[in-house]
C-alpha cells in the first residue's frame, strides 16, 4: 500500500531543482527515493516535472536521465518517451529521437504533436517519405496544425517539388496569417520554379509581417 507524500514537501523538491539543476537531482531523488518508490504515480508525476525544468533550464542531459527514471517505473509511458525524443531533436540526435518517438507513437496514435516531432525527426535524416508519412498522421488528427503543414513544405521542397511545397505552405498561412518564415518559403518555391513576380509578391508579405510584428 502507498503512503501519501507530502505535497508542500514535493514543491519544495522540484523548487531546489528547477534552481540548482542536475547537480542535485540525484542527490534529491535519491533522499526521496524510498518513500516514491512505494508511490510510483507520485514519482512518475516528480520525474516528469523535474525533466520539463532542466529541459528548459537548458540541462538536456539531465531531462533525459529524469525522463528516463519515469521509464524505470514504467517502461510504456507514452508521454516520457515522446518528452524523450522532443529533448533529443533539440540537442541534434534524430535517430535517438525516432526511436523514443516511435515507440511513443505505437502506444498512443492520438497525439499529433508526437507525430509532428517524429516527423521532423525523420526529415532531419532526409527520410522523406517517412517524414511525409509522419506530419501526415499529424495533420489527420489536428487539421489546423500549422506549423505540420509548414514542416510539410519543408519535406516536398527537399524532394524539389514545389507546387505541392507552395500549397502546403499556403494551407499554413490560411491557418496562421502572420506565419512570416510560411510567406517567405512561398517566396523561395516561387523562385525555385524561375515565377519570379510570384516570390516577389510573397517576399514582400513576408516583409510586411515583419515589420508589424516589431
Known sequence: M???????????FLKTVSIKGKLLLDTLVNGYNKVLQLNPADARGIYMDVGVKLRDKGDYEGAIRSFKKVLDI?????????????TYLKV????????SL???????????????????AYFMVDDNPKAQWA?????????????????LGLVYDNMSDYENAIGSYKKAVSIKP???KAYQSIGLAYEAKGQREEAVKYFKQALEKEEKAV
Open 92 to 99: 541534434g540526435l534524430p535517430n535517438e529521437a525516432i526511436e
Open 102 to 120: 516511435g515507440r511513443a507513437t505505437n502506444l498512443d496514435r492520438s497525439s499529433a504533436h508526437c507525430f509532428f516531432h517524429l516527423g521532423s
Open 2 to 12: 502507498g503512503i501519501n507524500v507530502d505535497t508542500g514537501d514535493l514543491k519544495v
Open 178 to 180: 502572420n506565419f512570416i
Open 74 to 86: 514504467d517502461s510504456v509511458n507514452a508521454e516520457a518517451l515522446y518528452e524523450i525524443g522532443r
Open 135 to 151: 506530419l501526415n498522421e499529424a495533420i489527420k488528427i489536428d487539421p489546423t496544425y500549422a506549423e505540420a503543414y509548414y514542416k
